[in-house]
């Protein structure tokens, strides 16, 4: 049996997102593993399935540990499942990574499903260093030990010649923001993107120094944040 990872849109309807092959498998599950049953069954509904022939079992950031297996039971029971997360791809900065790996650990195929992802998207907009990149997930919330983070990061960046991603609730966007140009190297380059495939998308790339100077504001948008260290 097969666990299909399936991205959700980030923004829009499921056919803006996902292709015709993935939403057919959609439609054919009946069992899923999501993060929040309520978006869940809007999203399934929208896609063409029929909501109350659904089995929908909730995983989040704080489902303990030892009950994730017992998520698995309809691969046991000869059933395929879907996995689903809020927004874009599952099991990447999701907890859906804990489902993925039960089941990599129980032998059962992991299939992932095309579709959107912010990382990548943000990454291909921002015309930063695509051969060398790594996903750094979300910083910390303390402001000394953010800013201790930030530092690191620009070094590895500078050292590297590495794109550094990393991401944030929407509400600390702000927060972050300020720490990124209070922590940078004026030469560094920042890129924000914010509210992907939407019609209020924007992907704006420009030095430290200029960021200081354009006092923004982010607000509550989905973003992905992208840093590459001026090379000396």
């Known amino acids: 049996m097969i666990l299909y990872a399936i991205p959700t849109p980030l923004g829009g309807a499921p056919e803006d997102a996902l292709p015709a092959s993935a939403l057919k498998i959609v439609r054919s599950l009946r069992d899923f593993v999501v993060e929040d049953a ?5 999203f399934l509904s929208a896609a ?9 079992s909730e995983l989040s950031e704080h489902t303990p540990a030892a009950d994730v297996p017992a998520l698995l039971q309809p691969l046991r029971d000869g059933r395929a499942l879907g996995l689903l997360s809020e927004a874009g791809c599952p099991a990447i900065a999701d907890p859906g990574a804990a489902l993925v790996e039960a089941a990599q650990r129980e032998g059962f195929r992991v299939l992932p499903l095309i579709g959107p992802s ?16 790594a996903f750094c997930g979300y910083l910390p919330r303390d402001a000394t030990e953010r800013a201790g983070r930030i530092k690191q990061l620009e ?3 500078r050292r590297e010649r590495e794109t550094e991603i990393f991401i944030e609730t929407p509400y600390r966007n702000d927060a972050l923001l ?3 140009l209070e922590t940078c190297a004026p030469g560094t380059r920042l890129c924000v993107a914010a509210d992907l495939t939407l019609g ?3 992907v704006k790339t420009q ?3 200029d960021w200081r100077r354009a006092r923004t504001n982010l607000g509550k948008r989905p973003a992905v944040f992208l840093l590459l ?4």
């Open 200 to 202: 209020s998308e924007s």
């Open 178 to 180: 300020s720490a990124l």
């Open 229 to 232: 260290a001026e090379h000396r």
């Open 48 to 56: 063409g399935c029929k909501p109350r022939e659904l089995q929908l």
């Open 38 to 42: 309520k978006s869940a069954r809007a």
């Open 207 to 209: 030095t430290i120094a």
């Open 118 to 133: 912010s990382i990548v998207l943000a990454l291909m907009a921002s015309g930063l260093e695509g051969q060398r990149f």
């Open 155 to 157: 070094q590895r960046s």
